[in-house]
């Protein structure tokens, strides 16, 4: 059975909902995201919980400290079978380097996060005094020199991720919508587009697990990416 390209995003605070969408997902179609939202409200034991389903974890925790802190916090995941974790590129080359090394000692791969898919040119000129292709072309080479094992950029930054990284980099694509909605993602592509344009696996959420029948709607978000 190959990779499951999909990866749904579980973002509740409610164990008895988490628990819900997991009866509806297939472990062969898709690897489950836990971000903050969910990880800080349940912890470690729904990681364990996820794991014996069946299901590869990507760890969305965003790690950003300094290097010594964010190689322990890292370390301190070795009793779960964390498949990906994201740091932010933005913690610098040298917290990056220690964040690889604790990914290592844990076998999970690490994964660099740019610039999130909900701020637009107007946020990173306030933010980096800087233009949002600039800003993610900058963070993109510090991810190289660290050697990571992949990033997480919009289904926009895809064609520049292409040339900028190596060959066998794994590229993490959110912001995927099968239509156009009115939410918090600025830059956004229906799941067929990002594949075309190399994404490796694609983050989904609301789209499947706001969904009235959520077995369906990954069905539907898998059978597209393969046409």
């Avoid at 156009?180 to 600025?186: E, H, I, P, Y």
Wanted: charged content about 25%; proline content about 3%; aromatic content about 4%.
């Amino acid at each position: 059975m190959t990779d499951p390209r999909i990866i749904v995003a579980i973002d509740t605070y409610d164990l008895i909902e988490a628990n819900a969408i997991l009866d509806q997902l297939n472990p062969d179609l898709c690897k489950v995201k836990i971000g903050s939202v969910v990880f800080n409200s349940i912890g470690k034991s729904f990681l364990k919980e996820v794991s014996s389903r069946g299901f590869k974890i990507f760890l969305d925790l965003k790690l950003h400290d300094i290097p010594n802190t964010v190689h322990e916090a890292i370390l301190g995941f070795r009793d779960c079978d964390i498949d990906m974790l994201t740091v932010h590129i933005s913690g610098g080359e040298e917290m990056l380097k220690k964040a690889m090394l604790a990914g290592k000692s844990i076998d999970a791969k690490v994964i660099g996060v740019s610039i999130l898919t909900s701020l637009e040119e107007s946020d990173t000129m306030a933010l980096f005094n800087n233009k949002l292709n600039h800003q993610i072309k900058n963070l993109f080479q510090i991810a190289v020199k660290a050697n990571l094992d992949g990033v997480v950029c919009s289904p926009h930054e895809l064609e520049m991720s292409n040339k900028m990284l190596n060959f066998d980099s794994i590229k993490i694509t959110p912001g995927i919508r099968d239509i156009k909605v009115q939410d918090d993602q600025a830059r956004i592509m229906t799941a067929k587009e990002a594949i075309d344009k190399g994404a490796t696996f694609l983050v989904i959420g609301r789209p499947i697990t706001q969904a009235q029948n959520i077995s369906r709607a990954l069905n539907t978000f898998s059978d597209s990416i393969e046409k």
